[in-house]
Nanobody, 117 residues
Framework: QVQLVESGGGLVQPGGSLRLSCTFSGAMFSIYDMDWYRQAPGKQRELVAS???????KYTDSVKGRFYISRDNAKNTVLLQMNSLKPEDTAVYLC???????????WGQGTQVTVSS
């Protein structure tokens, strides 16, 4: 079955950087559009960044110029490079994959990112 496993979260000071990684298995990664979402306590889940199977990227306004999403189809991974982190970036970050063929989607378990001094 399809599995998504995130890693790379942690505690970082404001202005710092983290790189999240999502490892995909169980299906053909190259036919999946991939996203990073985040969910902070008491808030709705928010789409942070997307990358299509062809490599087209989109970002929510609050992270433009700070976060960068990329994918490596040979390694079945999607990365989220997060720079200039702010306390409001604190959340659980979740990896999401959507098959462009079947339209079935899958979620990872999430990784905690905490931005605090």
């Amino acid at each position: 079955q399809v599995q998504l496993v995130e890693s790379g979260g942690g505690l970082v000071q404001p202005g710092g950087s983290l790189r999240l990684s999502c490892t995909f298995s169980g299906a053909m990664f190259s036919i999946y559009d991939m996203d990073w979402y985040r969910q902070a306590p008491g808030k709705q889940r928010e789409l942070v960044a997307s990358i299509t199977n062809g490599g087209t990227t989109k970002y929510t306004d609050s992270v433009k110029g700070r976060f960068y999403i990329s994918r490596d189809n040979a390694k079945n991974t999607v990365l989220l490079q997060m720079n200039s982190l702010k306390p409001e970036d604190t959340a659980v970050y979740l990896c999401h994959g959507l098959s462009i063929i079947t339209r079935r989607d899958y979620w990872g378990q999430g990784t905690q990112v905490t931005v605090s001094s």
